[in-house]
T-cell receptor
Framework: AQKVTQAQTEISVVEKEDVTLDCVYE???????LFWYKQPPSGELVFLIR??????QNEISGRYSWNFQKSTSSFNFTITASQVVDSAVYFC?????????????FGKGTKLTVNP | DAGVIQSPRHEVTEMGQEVTLRCKPI?????LFWYRQTMMRGLELLIY????????DSGMPEDRFSAKMPNASFSTLKIQPSEPRDSAVYFC?????????????FGPGTRLTVT
């Protein structure tokens, strides 16, 4: 069965610090997608990134970067030079491909607080 | 472009009453998902549709919950009768199935409080 573990329940940093959010997943499939979503205090879920299991290249988007390592089943998310606006709950999610299923399994989320 | 639209945004009702949550997916998307978010259980998938047909309702907690999608632009999630433990934020999401490039877009959610 699919499972996503975000071991860090809450993280608190001071503005401009770098912070890494961990995500470890379990799946029996060889083909799957991994996602990160952001949920700011306003409550909506915002899509950040999608990775497929065949692409292990790390990705950088501005202050955000993602490190995908199949060997350790991890898909970690780093925010460089954090800002107060980054305060949110961040969710990692997993979807298997094939069999007509488009289901997402979410981790429990990591609440990030960036203090000024 | 309009995103996923949900109504109402907030609903307060008394135990035993019927509650109907509504969702309009992004135009052209062929998948629609209903999720529930609580502190205890996190984000849970309740049911999802493909081309208006329910594909997997294994997450629906019990017979008090039902969902319909009469057409490509509208879906409802109904709880009858409602109970205090149904209090949660209910999200609707939609996606365009495009092989390796799909992602789910979420609506703003409906915060349901059952007293």
């Amino acid at each position: 069965a699919q499972k996503v573990t975000q071991a860090q329940t809450e993280i608190s940093v001071v503005e401009k610090e770098d912070v890494t959010l961990d995500c470890v997943y379990e799946t029996r499939d060889t083909t799957y997608y991994l996602f990160w979503y952001k949920q700011p205090p306003s409550g909506e879920l915002v899509f950040l990134i999608r990775r497929n299991s065949f692409d292990e290249q790390n990705e950088i988007s501005g202050r955000y970067s993602w490190n995908f390592q199949k060997s350790t089943s991890s898909f970690n998310f780093t925010i460089t030079a954090s800002q107060v606006v980054d305060s949110a709950v961040y969710f990692c999610a997993l979807s298997e491909v094939g069999g007509g299923s488009e289901k997402l399994v979410f981790g429990k989320g990591t609440k990030l607080t960036v203090n000024p | 472009d309009a995103g996923v639209i949900q109504s109402p945004r907030h609903e307060v009702t008394e135990m035993g009453q019927e509650v109907t949550l509504r969702c309009k997916p992004i135009s052209g998307h062929d998948y629609l998902f209903w999720y529930r978010q609580t502190m205890m259980r996190g984000l849970e998938l309740l049911i999802y549709f493909n081309n208006n047909v329910p594909i997997d309702d294994s997450g629906m907690p019990e017979d008090r919950f039902s969902a319909k999608m009469p057409n490509a632009s509208f879906s409802t999630l109904k709880i009858q009768p409602s109970e205090p433990r149904d209090s949660a934020v209910y999200f609707c999401a939609s996606s365009l199935s495009a092989g390796l490039n799909y992602e789910q877009y979420f609506g703003p959610g409906t915060r349901l409080t059952v007293t």
